[in-house]
Nanobody, 127 residues
């Protein structure tokens, strides 16, 4: 059974940094797309960053480009999201997600493509 467990959220001031981690069990990072999504109160869940099998990034939402970096450690079966220069508009619940279908050449931030989800970790950025 696949389990994804996020950690690393918290409260920081604008301009600060956080690193989110997503530890997976029962799942192989090396064959599937994985990513980070977020959902702010009153807003729809959106894709933040997506990574291909093998570790190359596939997608960043425009608002985080140059500030966030997605990476993975296959040996530790852990996905990361390094978040720098945080802004109040980054405040949201952040979710780790993993695709349930083998890599088909595309890793895109389309929510139905991601079968497995973590419980979320809250990130709060104050001005």
């Amino acid at each position: 059974q696949v389990q994804l467990v996020e950690s690393g959220g918290g409260s920081v001031q604008a301009g600060g940094s956080l690193r989110l981690s997503c530890a997976a069990s029962g799942y192989s990072y090396s064959r599937y797309c994985m990513g980070w999504f977020r959902q702010a109160p009153g807003k729809e869940r959106e894709g933040v960053a997506i990574i291909k099998p093998g570790g190359a990034s596939a997608y960043y939402t425009d608002s985080v480009k140059g500030r966030f970096t997605i990476s993975q450690d296959n040996a530790k079966n852990t996905l990361y999201l390094q978040m720098n220069s945080l802004k109040p508009e980054d405040t949201a619940m952040y979710y780790c997600a993993a695709s349930g279908r083998p890599y088909d050449g595309r890793c895109v931030p389309i929510i139905p493509r991601y079968e497995y989800w973590g419980q979320g970790t809250q990130v709060t950025v104050s001005s």
